[in-house]
């Protein structure tokens, strides 16, 4: 089973997490930008930690056989805070460089005006980068935060097709199903979805634009809980095609929009070794 995770914190993680997706079959995975736990005070800080991002934690993620993507952005959560905002300028020098394959997270934390100029302004970002972009549904109110995102991803210009929704639940797939966006969901041991729940949604709606993650941070999480999808979808029926389709053909068809996948961590090359065909430039 290979699997492309498209949405865990690796910052947050340690070695021994590497060591551990890689033998359940991570190959490949996508570190979007976001908020640490505590308020950052300053610019700076963001800026040390996209440096992060783009450097070490992709060298760090290569040792384990791992090869590391990163989306970058200012989180909904901390858009609302004034010394945080004057990130946005800052955005996109960082949104040219290697590894960067998406904008994000980006979109709602407490549905704020605040969060509404940074999400609109990132979107516009997304656009003239022409990179996709991961969107973050709020935790509270989901239902009527979806329905915003939609309208404000409409509103903005940019293809459905580039932005990925994510934190979905049995109450909001519908919505971005119809909207042609694509439809991420995060499997945790607590909370937001599990291994049943999925495969049921995955048994009603299919596999088509369907993205499985384990949003691994630094709280109560799992970084291995895209294997025990796949195994649960194995369990109900489902094939190794279809697995294959949720877990490792989708990610890559996504951010494979960004034209900077790289999915040989050894020699950053531009073939999928375990298939031979070329991903270094995606759908555009």
Known sequence: MRIFDPHVHMTSRTTDDYEAMHAAGVRALV??????????????SFLDYFDGLVGWERFRAAQFGIAHHCAIALNPKEANDPRCVEVLDHLPRYLVKDGVVAVGEVGYDSMTPEEDAAFARQLELAVVHELPVLVHTPHRDKLAGTRRTLDVVRESGIPPERVLVDHLNETTVRLVADSGCWMGFSIYPDTKMDEARMVALLAEHGTDRVLVNSAADWGRSDPLKTRSTGLAMLGAGFDETEVDTVLWRNPVRFYGRSGRLLLDPATAGATDTATGNSVLRGER
């Open 31 to 44: 570190e979007p930008a976001f908020w640490l736990g505590q308020p950052r005070t300053n610019v700076g």
